[in-house]
């Protein structure tokens, strides 16, 4: 039963964060990158380009090239590729045929840089939420796993390839200040993208040295609320053999650690390192309650 409910609410969080981060992402290039011909990469550059020497539709050329590398993954990569990016295969391209119709959204705004910031923070975001719960964004991401497997080379390398060619092929066609956006845009989305992924799995780690160590250890188990693990240390300087404590915890409890530390050892050497993510028990999975005597 409870199994059940967790799988239900990561479906859930799963749907929403791939509704969420395709309908932002249509929305910013339906606002800021189409009115002001600010470049990017993907095959939303690619239609963008095919729009600007034809007349094509935008969304339409975005569908047609996500449903061919879909079906190309499919055969080339397999099952798996195919479920985790059909969601956004479909959704994008139809949000943004839909943001397209809505009158006035290219006139939110006049000026270029202020569209060209709005788009990339956007971009980062909306690209984050898809890749925090596991699915891909299709389109290039395709192709470039395709390219990999089929030349054994890292997928980083067509990355850059692929979106050199779309951002050249743009430039081409576009006057130097678009251009110049264009990099701007890239630069905040992969700012943002990077925030996003770990935002809400941060955490700080703790190491402390004290030959106080059970007494430090017991009240952050029990004061702190925080797991913590023992090494087994020898110092530099007296060679002598002791037992360091390993403590990750939420930012906000940094203050309360450093004064159980300060209250037990004021000689006592610490270490605060902050890391991006965290899991396992304690954490994601349910944390263990133990009674005075078994804490020791």
């Known amino acids: 039963m409870k199994m059940a409910k967790k799988n239900a609410r990561d479906i859930a969080k799963t749907s929403c964060f791939i509704l969420l981060g395709n309908g932002l992402l249509a929305f910013l290039v339906a606002a800021f990158i189409i009115p002001h011909d600010i470049i990017m990469g993907g095959t939303t550059g690619i239609a963008l380009v095919l729009n600007r020497l034809f007349g094509v539709d935008t969304a339409l050329v975005v569908f047609i090239l996500n449903a061919f590398l ?100 743009q430039a081409v066609i576009s006057d130097s200040e678009s251009i110049m956006m264009g990099i701007v845009v890239l630069v905040l989305e992969s700012l943002v993208l990077e925030q996003t992924m770990v935002f809400g799995k941060a955490q700080l780690e703790l190491f402390v040295i004290s030959e106080k160590y059970n007494e430090i250890r017991l009240k952050f188990l029990k004061e702190l609320k925080a797991g913590v693990t023992m090494s087994y240390i020898q110092t530099g300087y007296l060679a002598s053999d002791e037992k360091g404590i390993i403590c990750v915890i939420p930012s906000r409890k940094l203050y309360a650690a450093n004064e159980i530390v300060r209250s037990v050892d004021p000689e006592a050497f610490v270490t605060v390192t902050k890391i991006k993510e965290v899991s396992g028990r304690g954490f994601t999975s349910e944390r263990l309650t133990l009674d005075e005597k078994e804490l020791g």
């Open 70 to 169: 879909l079906v190309l993954g499919l055969i080339i990569i397999g099952k798996k590729l195919f479920f985790t990016s059909v969601a956004s295969t479909i959704l994008y391209p139809l949000m943004l045929a839909l943001f397209q119709r809505i009158p006035g959204i290219d006139k939110l705004t006049d000026n270029t840089l202020l569209a060209s910031l709005f788009a990339g923070v956007l971009m980062g975001l909306s690209l984050g939420l898809v890749m925090r719960v596991g699915s891909s964004t299709g389109g290039m991401d395709i192709a470039n796993l395709i390219l990999s497997k089929l030349t054994h080379r890292s997928v980083a390398i067509f990355v850059y390839i692929t979106d050199i060619i779309v951002v050249g092929a």
